[in-house]
């Protein structure tokens, strides 16, 4: 079965700083790779996918990710951290032959002003 | 559009009383999840319906938690007796297909704590 790491427990950052999360898969086939945030208080919300294709992923509010196939890593980027992105992220995987997904334990990303 | 909605959306109960939770998926999904994240730790899958049938189990914890989705609309997981390690917060989740590319769109979660 597919499995997450989220290396980092805990980020903190400066607002306007650069930010990435790391996030090493372990599945045997093509994963398909996602990047969920949940606020404070809030559900979780897609901030962005890979399916297949171009392995740079762009996602809402700023976010980007690479596929690192060679590394088994999907890596989460902001170039300029803003308050607002103060939450909780998580990586999950899912797999073609099955439907849920498997999620890191999640890193939470406190923002410095 | 209506996103996947869950109520209710806090609930604090008793050790051994019975909550209920209820979840809406997106109009049209046949996929409905349930997944939940005890307090610290990752969230974990539950089960998986495929309209109201049961298609994959394997995450319920025991036989404490009975989930149940009649007529392939709403989806109910109700707790019964609760214990303190119940405490988290549990995600429903739908998606329109079927396979693991498919994204799945999260509700806003039920908190549920049990004293």
């Known amino acids: 079965a597919q499995s997450v790491t989220q290396p980092d427990i805990h980020i903190t950052v400066s607002e306007g700083a650069s930010l990435e999360l790391r996030c090493n898969y372990s599945y045997g086939a093509t994963p398909y790779l996602f990047w969920y945030v949940q606020s404070p208080g809030q559900g979780l919300q897609l901030l962005l996918k890979y399916f297949s294709g171009d392995t740079l992923v762009q996602g809402i509010k700023g976010f980007e990710a690479e596929f690192k196939r060679s590394q088994s890593s999907f890596n989460l980027r902001k170039p300029s951290v803003h308050w607002s992105d103060a939450a909780e992220y998580f990586c999950a995987v899912g797999a073609v032959n099955n439907n849920d997904m498997r999620f890191g334990a999640g890193t939470r990303l406190t923002v410095k002003p | 559009e209506a996103g996947v909605t869950q109520f209710p959306s806090h609930s604090v109960i008793e050790k051994g009383q019975t909550v209920t939770l209820r979840c809406d998926p997106i109009?049209?999904?046949?996929?409905l999840y349930w997944y939940r994240r005890v307090m610290g730790k990752e969230i974990k899958f539950l089960l998986h319906f495929v309209k109201e049938s049961k298609q994959d189990e394997s995450g319920m914890p025991n036989n404490r938690f009975l989930a149940e989705r009649t007529g392939g609309t709403y989806s109910t997981l109700k707790v019964q007796p609760a214990e303190l390690e119940d405490s988290g917060v549990y995600f429903c989740?739908?998606?329109?297909?079927?396979?693991?590319?498919?994204?799945?769109?999260f509700g806003e979660g039920s908190w549920l704590t049990v004293v």
């Open positions: 989740a739908s998606s329109q297909e079927t396979g693991g590319g498919n994204t799945i769109y």
């Open positions: 109009s049209g999904h046949d996929n």
